[in-house]
């Protein structure tokens, strides 16, 4: 049984969340930086491999309105990319994602300043617990 991998992209790190073998419950990962796609690409090609992943779940930028932006494309480009893995990728809606990771880190007294790595793994995390508690049937 495989896990899902939440992904929060940007477009210097990558934000990473896996789920727990039942898919219920997800974690804060790691977060990736990386030079271009490829790169990043073959980066998630190793999680994959070593952590059995079955699915990733997107975090696609949308505005309040629930309309594209220019960051929309960008993930979905990206979404091009990744889809060289074979492997089903999902959107999940990731308005205040990044918001609700930096409360809750702060709720923590983890300073946020400098630790945007900690916001972007939280936050796929936020996007990939939001999917699976829509999906726990």
Known sequence: MGRFLGID???KRVGLALSDRSKLIASPFKTLNYFNQED?????REIVIEHDIEN???G???????EDTKQTEIVRNFKKSLSILDIP??????RFSSVSAKN????QNIKTG???HEIDKTAAAIIL???????SN
Do not use: C, R, T
Request: glycine share 6%.
């Open 9 to 11: 992209f940007g477009e």
């Open 40 to 44: 990043l690409v073959n980066q998630l």
């Open 56 to 58: 990733f779940v997107l």
């Open 60 to 66: 696609l930028p949308i505005n309040m309105k629930g």
């Open 89 to 94: 990728i999902i959107y999940e809606d990731e």
């Open 104 to 107: 809750s880190l702060m709720l």
């Open 114 to 116: 400098y630790n945007k």
């Open 129 to 135: 617990q939001q999917y699976l508690d829509k999906n």
